[in-house]
């Protein structure tokens, strides 16, 4: 059974950095598409970063390219979300997800699974 759980979020000032934490157990293909999905309230789901582990393939959403990176620690089955310069738009609730095939993209809609979120506030 896959798990997904994720841990760093916090509160910080703008211009701040969060590195983001999700460990994952059970066995997820390293071909398969892994990423940060993120929601704010009353907003739409938007995916953040993805990334193929086993070629280190990445995609970013356009609103967090170049402050946004999606490092890995494969010895430890570990994703990592680095986030600096953060701003007050990037506050929400950031969700670690898993796919079961190789479609990888920032945008994609959907995964299969999912953790259970943390949450990261940026203030002004």
């Known amino acids: 059974q896959v798990q997904l759980v994720e841990s760093g979020g916090g509160s910080v000032q703008a211009g701040g950095s969060l590195r983001l934490s999700c460990t994952v157990s059970?066995?997820?293909?390293?071909?398969?598409?892994m990423g940060w999905v993120r929601q704010a309230p009353g907003k739409e789901r938007e995916g953040v970063a993805v990334?193929?582990?086993?070629?280190?393939?990445?995609n970013y959403a356009d609103s967090v390219k170049g402050r946004f990176t999606i490092p890995r620690d494969s010895a430890k089955n570990t994703l990592f979300l680095q986030m600096n310069n953060l701003k007050p738009e990037d506050t929400a609730m950031y969700y670690c997800?898993?796919?079961?095939?190789?479609?990888?993209?920032?945008?994609?809609?959907?995964?299969?699974?999912w953790g259970q979120g943390t949450q990261v506030t940026v203030s002004s």
């Open positions: 997800a898993a796919a079961a095939d190789g479609s990888c993209y920032a945008g994609r809609p959907d995964f299969n699974w």
């Open positions: 059970g066995y997820i293909s390293s071909r398969y598409c």
């Open positions: 990334i193929i582990p086993s070629t280190g393939r990445t």
